[in-house]
């Protein structure tokens, strides 16, 4: 069974850092691209940051350049975002996904997507 759990969220003021996990099972990890993913209330799901099985990063949208850095663990099937200088915009649920390696990741396009996590909410209060 395809299992994502995302975790790390949290509240924290403008300015802060979180560490999120994706902590992946059930599917041979190096085989996909690991994508990540917000939806703020509101809004539209969007993308953030994707990394290849090899550890490099295919995508990171333009908000989060400079801010957001994503690196990832095989040997523990997990993958981590790093967030710092966080700001009020950055509130959302935060989701994790693995995509096929031939697939899309990217602001507004993903997939053919293996399997979601459940999310997990980033609050950044001003």
């Known amino acids: 069974e395809v299992q994502l759990q995302a975790s790390g969220g949290g509240l924290v003021q403008a300015g802060g850092s979180l560490r999120l996990s994706c902590a992946a099972s059930g599917f041979t990890f190096y085989d996909y691209t690991i994508g990540w993913f917000r939806q703020a209330p509101g809004k539209e799901r969007e993308g953030v940051s994707c990394i290849s099985s090899s550890g490099s990063p295919t995508y990171v949208a333009d908000s989060v350049k400079g801010r957001f850095t994503t690196s990832s663990d095989n040997a523990k099937n997990t993958v981590y975002l790093q967030m710092n200088s966080l700001k009020p915009e950055d509130t959302a649920v935060y989701y994790c996904?693995?995509?096929?390696?031939?697939?899309?990741?990217?602001?507004?396009?993903?997939?053919?997507?293996?399997?979601w996590g459940q999310g997990t909410l980033v609050t950044v209060s001003s």
């Open positions: 996904a693995a995509i096929t390696l031939n697939g899309i990741c990217s602001a507004t396009a993903w997939g053919p997507i293996k399997g």
